[in-house]
């Protein structure tokens, strides 16, 4: 027998509340920052890829060409590289991978040169949750935006609190950051495009 609306309703409420739990934010509002008033640093890389489990990575080290390898992420986050062994590379921009290999390859190289590719991405999606018609489930391809998951969603139901919408990130650091339906609808400041990353999480309140 199907569920009804509020019993669908309620689970995806709980599923949220667990969700949620896992990445260290409360539901309820609980903290959070509105995406007017993201700092540089908790911009969090917004139009740069952020690596994640299952990528497969190319590494070379100029001019020390048996230290190259083309690995894919394991998952518990991390690649193997001769001499420094494990690094993580889960929730790091290519660009702050290369830095921080360049950095510890200093104890054995002069001078390190190191190039980071992406090579092969595992598809991207998003959960959205709470009070839209249908959650679940969105793939970012070929749209990353906060808008199209939503309206992928089915909009929002006629219960949503309307200054409640947040997107909660876990990578690189846990951010829960708030929106307004008019802000999105409007695009008021860039809401709508607001681009979202691989295993984001959308609720409605």
Sequence with gaps: MSSSPQHRRLGA???AASLLAVVGVACGHGQFVWYRELPSTAALANGEYIIGVGDVVS????GHEEMSLKQRVRSDGRLALLLIGDVEAKGKRPSALKAELEGRLKDYIVSPS???NIEETLP????VLGEVTKPGV??????PRL?????????LTDYAARDAIFVVRSEPRPVRIRFTYESIARNLDGAADFELHRGDIVEVE
């Design 124 to 127: 991207a999606d998003v959960l």
């Design 114 to 116: 190191v190039a980071v």
């Design 138 to 143: 969105v793939a970012l391809d070929p749209d």
């Design 147 to 155: 808008a199209h998951a939503i309206a992928s969603s089915g909009g």
């Design 59 to 62: 590494i070379r080290v100029l």
């Design 13 to 15: 409420h709980l599923c």
